[in-house]
């Protein structure tokens, strides 16, 4: 289990320079490593490394060695990543092709300490005096070790980014005692806590569209190779912002579990769950949100968390689970209510209200092996708590949502 921390380093020109002659050679040996196993067809790292490595050390005599090993790693990294998308129909090239270039270290090319990172350059070491952010120390004083590999990219202003990679063995899963199903949907998660369902806002709608209208705005009547339109628009951050919000919502759903020993029950989405959700929807705006609503990164960030902390995760079918009864196993039919996707519909049999988020919560929950009884007339079925994006980020576990949400009903 690994985790990577990034550092921005200003540094002087000289240090500058030398990491920048590294790094232009770097990528002509990764370009020669690359081109050496498609025409050998292979992505093995030893075998492009033993065809490559005698010509190329000719060629760069003043390079250390290993720079040429981690370069071929790389190439094997990139060509087999490449050929995955190509089976998945991906892939849009004829080869990987070699844009921005990180370069890595190995144990030999790099030294780290808290006050100096020493790097090997073809002038011998440089020395970087770094300034660690916050992330930094949370794993550092966490028990995580730094890892012997890292690597650099060199960016404007005489700026050096650090990838500082921490590793750390994983726990052993232990023996759930309950479960918590979790149902991902386009604005919100749903969860059910001690059988009471809570749906934490996520607000993917909201940041999807607002970032989609300052798109439209700043290239309006504007080429986007415009120079003035590429630095505009390099410095919106909707990925990480919604990257902020998966990694937040994890860390508190995998907590909970942790804390009461249960397993984290999930949909077992595909690949392209998005396109799938699209087929028949002609709405442009719909699309596009669903396109942006990341279903696999959430999932992915959920289950990423519970490895940390070695919570286990159960991965169900997703079929049906917001249309069928868990009680009668009936259809439940929504009604149109002025929306684009109805939220509350009616048992076909029982005639009992269920709203979409919740059902898939008890289904899953079905799917997962659990047998206890669902509570027929559960005002929660239809009616379940919305908890704003601000309110579940500051809070310290979905429990004390769930007593505040108590306390506000007694008040009522």
């Known amino acids: 289990m690994d985790r990577t921390v990034k550092l921005r380093v200003r540094v002087d020109y000289a240090t500058y320079s030398a990491l920048k002659e590294v790094e232009e050679e770097y990528r002509e040996v990764l370009e020669e490593a690359i081109n050496y196993g498609l025409s050998s067809k292979t992505a093995s790292f030893t075998r492009i490394k033993a065809g490559i490595y005698g010509e190329e050390r000719e060629k760069h005599k003043d390079l250390p060695s290993h720079y040429i090993y981690t370069a071929c790693e790389d190439?094997?990294?990139?060509?087999?990543?490449?050929?995955?998308?190509?089976k998945r129909g991906r892939a849009y090239t004829d080869k990987p092709s070699v844009r921005m270039v990180t370069v890595h270290l190995d144990d030999h090319l790099w030294k780290f300490s808290l006050s100096i990172i020493s790097i090997s350059t073809k002038k011998g070491k440089v020395l970087i005096s770094p300034t660690f952010p916050k992330i930094f120390w949370e794993?550092?004083?966490?028990?995580?070790?730094?890892?012997?590999?890292?690597?650099?990219?060199?960016?404007?202003?005489?700026?050096?980014?650090?990838?500082?990679?921490?590793k750390k063995d994983e726990p052993k899963p232990y023996e759930p005692k309950g479960f918590i199903p979790v149902d991902l949907n386009e604005n919100s998660v749903s969860v059910l806590i001690d059988e009471k369902p809570i749906l934490l806002e996520a607000n993917t709608k909201k940041i999807t569209l607002g970032y989609e209208y300052r798109r439209k705005s700043m290239t309006t009547g504007k080429s986007t190779k415009d120079r003035d339109v590429k630095r505009k628009l390099k410095k919106l951050r909707e990925g990480d912002k919604k990257a902020d919000v998966r990694r937040k919502l994890a860390k508190l759903i995998v907590k909970e579990a942790y804390e009461s020993s249960s397993a984290i029950i999930l949909e077992d989405l595909?690949?392209?769950?998005p396109e799938h959700m699209v087929k028949d929807v002609k709405d442009s705006q719909l699309r596009l949100r669903i396109y942006r609503s990341a279903f696999s990164s959430m999932k992915n960030a959920i289950i990423e968390k519970a490895r940390e902390f070695g919570v286990p995760v159960v991965l169900v079918n997703p079929s049906y689970t917001s249309s069928t009864c868990p009680i009668h196993g009936s259809k439940i039919i929504y009604q149109p209510d002025g929306g684009i996707a109805p939220r509350v519909g009616v048992c076909e049999r029982g005639k009992e209200?269920?709203?979409?988020?919740?059902?898939?919560?008890?289904?899953?929950?079905?799917?997962?092996?659990?047998?206890?009884p669902v509570l027929l007339g559960s005002k929660g079925s239809h009616d379940p708590p919305v908890v704003k994006l601000g309110r579940w980020l500051r809070a310290k576990s979905l429990?004390?949502?769930?007593?505040?949400?108590?306390?506000?009903e007694m008040k009522v």
């Open 139 to 166: 794993y550092y004083n966490k028990g995580w070790r730094i890892a012997s590999e890292a690597r650099f990219k060199l960016l404007k202003g005489n700026v050096v980014e650090l990838y500082i990679v921490f």
């Open 75 to 86: 190439a094997s990294e990139r060509l087999d990543s490449f050929e995955k998308l190509k």
């Open 353 to 372: 209200k269920w709203h979409r988020d919740v059902v898939s919560l008890y289904n899953l929950l079905k799917r997962a092996g659990d047998v206890t």
């Open 270 to 273: 595909p690949r392209n769950t």
């Open 399 to 408: 429990h004390s949502i769930m007593n505040e949400h108590k306390m506000n």
